[in-house]
């Protein structure tokens, strides 16, 4: 559908002073090529300034008539197809501005050909005219706007030409083409061909087909020069509509339209292969075709004339590149260019197609004419059309389709854009006599229109107005026998501006009438808008700050219509407003009516209002905009009132109006958030008696069994702490926490439960955690500013928050994260002998009563500890924590060990030990305990060494008893000690003979005696197995 609207794109006109009748034109950057009608062999160029006003910059002579002409910006030069005898001829025209400066010398060389040295130097100041032979006549032509290479159309092929810069010394850079590749399209005669990025597009009189080159790797396996055709394997599948044709030669048969898209569109039947041309090096590029569209129109789809007047024309590709990406007009940036998307365009008489065929391919528009058309350019805000009586114009879904390549964030809550599939419109269909040829660059459009005798004896009748603009240049005319019948006009489209703010004058005719043509009108303002800011940056600072403003502009215009109108894209209205910067007060004013107390609100107002206030926002309403809000949640959405309240913005709140809401709400939808809610305000109204009468009123609420734990959907059945009220913090996390400048700042509820109730604080932190709203590091940072008049760098809160977030934790790395934070806090309190401030939520009993990470404290550790000094049960507590984590399963001791060394006395001594046992040096660890606690040493065997390790009490520890005991003396009880301990293991494991040899010869056999006769006490070996015994005990006593 194509909507029609009498806006006003077109503003002034002038006539370019042409000597002589145009044949062709062409244009780009600044320049104006007008190549002369048959009978003169001439093209002029012309600069085009501010306005539209062209200045001569010089004419050069063709070998014939120009049949077709194209300009590059790449490259700044001009090629044409002429025509002399019955002979097409392709020549490249380049350094073609030196006329301006006088000159009027011409070079004439072959393509590739070698420059003579004679008159090298003298190329700066010359034209050069570059001829490309060719095996077949060239019918048209394509220059790539991004690398300047040249594509030629011939019979059956295409040939491409490479652009080169050829350096002949530091001062001097020359121009020059080499044919790289030709492209052989089996019965395919080319009417146009586009050429842009790699894509090719190419159309008969009714077939189009787009290729794409891509380009191999050059770890790609060597292809010869000649490729197989893609298109060929098809072939085999059904019969072609060539041999349909020719079993019934005596009729006519039109193939049915069809559309083949991406990889479908292979099936065409088309051939393509491709001729490597240029010489093979190193850096020789290898390519293979890619099918992106095919398309077959027939003859009687056309509503205007006879069949045969059914023919595609105005082929282009247009590309759209990174915003910002073209700011400058140097060489070097231009070929730098990065390409975000590419559409193609072609028309038949009645109707344009405009695809999108860069990352993906499809059909984006489609344009039906009022009238049979002539001709057709594209750009990125407008499809400008010209019929037999008119020029129109048409808008475009370029910007919304490249808008979509660029951001990954459009169509979100975040960002917005209207649709791709948004009807087309109209803006104007402005008068001509006879418009011909059109084309476009910037913000000027080339027209040229030839009248016909009638339509010249016709003028000189009253004429029709043409343009609402100033005319310029053009004379009165009354004789129209001296009249040619012919102009040449640059009309100047009006600054993006002030059409936007035309589109948005005429949308308010629409507010109260029809609320579709108001958001489309809107939407059209928008994307012309986005269009211009994502453009060629060739704008002055205050030239884009307008456009930055009127596009602000628009979003908010365009998320009043979605708050204010009954859409089904109500939820728009968050995004646009969202884009258009505007504050929460300021869409208030927008859309509440002051007084109003009847007014309605739409879901699209509610929808941004409720998301808005949700998020963490800095702004913070006034007194009377936070009460405009309850009452607005209080008529149209009271559920959603609780979470409201606890918003950043809503700090200004009645507190006792809002509690008057709540109540209202309670009746109707009891909750935990909402009792929750009530108690907060209480707090800020500083009644103490409410806020308890709400805490304690819950739980006779929840014991009746009436209220529903989970808000929000929550499920916290692994939350061992978890309890009602924390559930409900989970349910709304801003009653603990709110952000300010990105940093998490404690609520006043968060403040009184820390001295009043510090466990459920902790509980409804670790609920938090687990439902994934709050991570560790935004609760050091909660906890740590909730306790800043804490002493210690770790409070003792946080501290608790972790212990209890162990008993749940259930993710690998998070544990490991826990648990060397705690060890690092119990480790430097006890090396600074420092008490935790207050005192801790759960003792070690506790912890290791709930966590399976905490583990019973092994005997030896309690014998070292008993042995320790005094000063270590100043830090019992941490101590046993300690210990109880590395008597546990879940540490992992090489990441914890630099946090332990820092350990002082016998905590040191049992935390060393128990680490050499968890990484398996349980040797190292008996020596340990030797040299520093050698009465633990048994006690420590007994538990770590059993099994097949139980060889360790008569291989290593009885030895080494029997030799620190000798050295001592009798002055070391302990070891004493640990040696009768150690001789009454070895007396039950051994038998009489080994346990014999075993014993120092120089030991009390007072002593020794009790060992020895509890020994022999055992019942004797069988017959027989003394030697297998011997034999086994020597082996491990050696």
Same mark, same amino acid.
């Given at each position: ?69 194209? %300009? ?22 380049? &350094? ?44 048209? *032509? ?154 077959? #129109? ?44 590419? #559409? ?22 489609? %344009? +039906? ?10 750009? @990125? ?26 951001? @990954? ?17 109209? /803006? ?12 476009? #660059? ?57 059409? !936007? ?34 453009? @060629?940056?060739? /704008? ?35 995004? !646009? ?54 009452? *607005? ?57 409410? !806020? ?5 009123? !819950? ?37 603990? =926490? ?91 309190? *006890? ?16 912890? *290791? ?72 040096? =349980? ?46 003396? &009798? ?45 022999? +006490?055992?019942?004797? /070996? ?17």
């Amino acid at each position: 559908m194509v909507r029609l609207y009498n806006l006003h794109p077109f503003g002034s006109q002038r006539v370019v002073p042409c000597g002589q009748e145009p044949g062709r034109f062409c244009c780009g950057r600044d320049v104006l090529f007008v190549a002369s009608a048959a009978g003169s062999c001439r093209v002029e160029a012309f600069a085009v300034r501010e306005q539209g006003r062209c200045e001569p910059l010089g004419s050069f002579a063709t070998l014939g008539p120009v049949r077709r002409m194209a %300009y590059s910006r790449a490259g700044d030069y001009l090629v044409t197809i002429e025509e002399k005898g019955k002979a097409s001829f392709l020549r490249a025209y380049v &350094n073609w501005r030196c006329m301006s400066g006088g000159s009027s010398r011409v070079c004439v060389r072959m393509v590739g050909h070698k420059m003579e040295e004679s008159y090298r130097e003298t190329l700066k100041e010359q034209m050069s005219i570059v001829e490309m032979p060719l095996s077949d006549p060239p019918l048209c *032509i394509s220059c790539c706007p991004v690398s300047g290479d040249l594509l030629v159309g011939c019979k059956n092929k295409l040939v491409m030409f490479c652009l080169k810069y050829v350096v002949i010394n530091q001062n001097l850079t020359v121009l020059d083409f080499e044919r790289s590749l030709i492209l052989h399209i089996g019965n395919l005669i080319p009417a146009e061909v586009a050429f842009c990025a790699g894509r090719v597009a190419i159309t008969t009189e009714l077939d189009v087909l787009i290729l794409k080159l891509v380009q191999q790797h050059a770890a790609g396996t060597e292809r010869c020069a000649r490729e197989e055709p893609l298109g060929a394997g098809v072939r085999d599948e059904g019969p072609s509509a060539h041999a349909l044709q020719l079993e019934l030669d005596e009729f006519i048969v039109c193939q049915k339209p069809v559309e083949l898209l991406g990889e479908e569109s292979a099936r065409c039947e088309i051939p393509v292969t491709l001729e490597s041309t240029e010489l093979p090096t190193e850096h020789t590029k290898r390519f293979h075709v890619r099918y992106l569209l095919f398309r077959c #129109f027939t003859p009687d789809q056309s509503p205007f004339g006879f069949c045969e007047e059914t023919k595609l024309h105005s082929l282009q590709l247009l590309p759209v590149y990174q915003t910002g990406s073209s700011g400058t007009a140097q060489e070097e940036t231009e070929n730098k260019r990065e390409l975000l998307s590419l #559409f193609c365009f072609f028309s038949l008489p009645h109707a344009g197609y405009l695809y999108s065929v860069g990352k993906s391919v499809e059909l984006i528009s489609t %344009y +039906q004419y009022s009238e049979k058309s002539e001709q057709a350019v594209l750009t @990125p805000q407008f499809l400008h059309v010209i019929t037999r009586e008119s020029l129109q114009c048409f808008t475009v879904r370029c910007s919304a389709a490249a808008a979509r390549d660029e951001d @990954p964030y459009i169509d979100t809550t975040v960002k917005a854009c209207p649709p791709v599939a948004l009807d087309v419109c109209t /803006l104007r269909m402005q008068l001509f006599i006879g418009p011909r040829a059109i084309c476009h #660059f910037k913000n000027h459009i080339i027209l040229l229109t030839k009248a016909d005798t009638e339509d010249i004896t016709e003028r000189s009748k009253p004429a029709r107005r043409m343009l609402s603009g100033k005319t310029d240049s053009i004379k009165s005319r009354t004789n129209s026998e001296s009249e040619p019948g012919w102009n040449l006009y640059i009309i100047n489209t009006v600054s993006t501006i002030q059409l !936007y703010r035309e589109m948005v004058e005429y949308s308010r005719t629409y507010e109260n009438v029809g609320t579709e043509s108001c958001v489309h009108l809107l939407s059209e303002a928008h994307l012309l808008v986005r269009a211009a800011l994502m453009g @060629p940056r060739s /704008l002055r600072p205050d030239q884009e700050a307008e456009l930055l403003g009127a596009f602000r502009e628009s979003c908010a215009f365009l998320g009043d219509c979605y708050s204010r109108f009954d859409t089904k894209d109500y939820h728009l209205a968050l995004p !646009y407003y969202r884009m258009s910067g505007l504050p929460v007060a300021e869409v208030l004013k927008r859309t509440v009516s002051e007084g109003d107390e009847t007014q309605t609100y739409e879901r699209g107002f509610m929808f941004y209002l409720t998301h808005s206030l949700n998020e963490d926002l800095n702004e913070e309403l006034t007194k009377e905009s936070a009460n405009k809000v309850l009452q *607005i949640f209080c008529l149209a959405d009271p559920v959603q009132l609780p979470h409201i309240l606890c918003s950043p913005c809503m700090r200004n709140v009645c507190p006792s109006a809002a509690v008057k809401c709540l109540q209202q709400v309670e009746k109707m939808m009891p909750s935990v958030v909402l009792t929750l809610t009530k108690a907060s305000m209480a707090l800020r109204m500083g009644d103490l008696m409410m !806020y308890e009468h709400e805490m304690d009123s !819950y739980k006779e609420f929840s014991a009746s069994g009436s209220s529903d734990f989970a808000d929000g959907g929550l499920c916290l059945t692994r939350v061992c702490l978890q309890t009602a009220l924390a559930c409900g913090f989970a349910g709304q996390p801003r009653l603990l =926490r709110q952000r300010r400048d990105g940093a998490v700042v404690p609520t006043q509820l968060a403040a009184h439960l820390k001295e009043t109730q510090p466990a459920l604080l902790v509980a409804a932190a670790v609920a938090l955690h687990e439902d994934s709203k709050m991570h560790l590091e935004e609760a050091d940072s909660f906890f740590k500013r909730l306790c800043r008049d804490s002493e210690s760098a770790v409070p003792q809160l946080l501290v608790d928050f972790w212990e209890a977030l162990l008993v749940v934790c259930s993710q690998e790395e998070t544990l490991q994260q826990l648990l060397l934070r705690v060890i690092s806090q119990y480790v430097w309190r *006890i090396s600074k002998r420092q008490l935790p401030e207050t005192k801790p939520l759960k003792t070690t009993e506790d912890l *290791i009563n709930s966590c399976n990470h905490f583990g019973l404290i092994f005997p030896w550790v309690t014998c070292i500890m008993s042995a320790g000094s005094p000063s270590d049960k100043d830090c019992h507590e941490d101590i046993s924590r300690l210990q109880s984590l590395l008597c546990g399963p879940s540490v992992d001791v090489a990441a914890v060990l630099p946090a332990l060394e820092p350990l002082p006395g016998g905590a040191g001594l049992a935390v060393r030990v128990l680490s050499c046992s968890r990484r398996g040096q =349980r040797g190292a660890a008996v020596e340990q305990l030797l040299r520093s606690c050698p009465r633990a040493a048994a006690l420590y065997v007994q538990h770590e060494l059993r099994g097949d390790r139980r060889t360790v009490w008569w291989n290593k520890l009885l030895p080494e008893l029997c030799k620190r005991t000798r050295l001592a003396g &009798n002055d070391c009880p302990a070891l004493i000690s640990s040696l009768k301990e150690t001789l009454s293991v070895v007396a039950v494991e051994l038998e009489l003979r080994d346990f014999l040899s075993l014993l120092p010869e120089d030991g009390t056999a007072a002593f020794f005696l009790p060992h020895l006769l509890h020994c022999s +006490q055992k019942q004797p /070996l069988p017959r027989g197995s003394e030697g297998r015994l011997g034999s086994n005990t020597s082996s491990v006593l050696q």
